[in-house]
């Protein structure tokens, strides 16, 4: 093996007190826009932001195809009858929300020096919530961006997991071949399309419940990883 490419969220990173789905959060986070903006607000447009909001939400409406937060958030702008020139303020805010939370798993720093030590190239293919653009993205893993070789995101490839095109654009751009990568992911879109892109497939699965997804290897901690390697 060449090369490790890794899922992001709740594998390298997690959003402390913050569950799968944002969607009860979605009130707290479009009054703290609104009150930035300036913009009167009143329960019936929150609802109607909040339906956008679900509208995307892959927790609830699984897609294959990948939008932008920028088209996201215009749409709900729309539903408020405000400017769409404040598109980039209300993502920040909106993201930023989240992100306060953001927290790197103890054991992500201790396996990516290792990594580095043995000259293992180091990928991160992500499906990213509601369009996050890369710059919010690299907030996230800042604490580890020094190890990272290459960063994909749902949004530069167009598409989500478990699609092939991420996969494929990740062990190109890490200069392996598909054989050469391990992919390490904590959902079934992770091993589907790491089975299916000819990768081996390394489930991470910290909460230790019962996942039978057809992956070849079952972690507990990503220290284990270094074993399988």
């Excluded at 980039?88 to 805010?93: F, G, K, S």
């Excluded at 919010?136 to 997991?161: A, C, M, N, W």
């Excluded at 992911?185 to 910290?206: C, F, P, V, W, Y």
Aim: charged share 25%; aromatic share 10%; glycine share 6%.
């Amino acid at each position: 093996m060449k090369a490790v490419g890794f899922d992001l969220g709740d594998t390298l990173i997690y959003y402390q007190n913050v569950p799968l789905s944002w969607k009860s959060l979605y009130k707290q986070a479009l009054v703290k826009i609104a009150e930035e903006l300036n913009v009167p607000y009143s329960n019936d447009l929150i609802t109607r932001a909040e339906n956008v909001l679900s509208f995307y939400n892959t927790r609830i409406n699984p897609r294959d195809y990948e939008v932008t937060d920028t088209d996201i958030f215009i749409s709900v702008l729309a539903e408020w009858g405000v400017n769409s020139h404040s598109v980039d303020q209300v993502i920040n805010i909106f993201f930023g929300f989240f992100q306060q939370q953001s927290k790197v798993y103890a054991d992500t720093a201790i396996v990516f020096e290792e990594l580095k030590r043995r000259n293992y190239k180091i990928g991160i293919l992500t499906d990213v919530p509601y369009g996050m653009n890369k710059s919010l993205v690299l907030k996230d893993i800042e604490p580890i961006r020094e190890y990272i070789d290459v960063l994909i995101t749902s949004v530069d490839v167009g598409f989500r997991k478990p699609r092939p095109e991420g996969f494929k654009r990740l062990w190109k751009e890490l200069g392996s071949e598909s054989n050469q990568l391990v992919y390490v992911g904590n959902e079934q879109k992770d091993i589907t399309g790491a089975n299916h892109s000819g990768m081996r497939s390394i489930l991470i699965n910290r909460e230790q419940q019962q996942k039978d997804w057809n992956q070849q290897v079952t972690l507990g901690s990503l220290t284990e990883l270094m074993d399988c390697l």
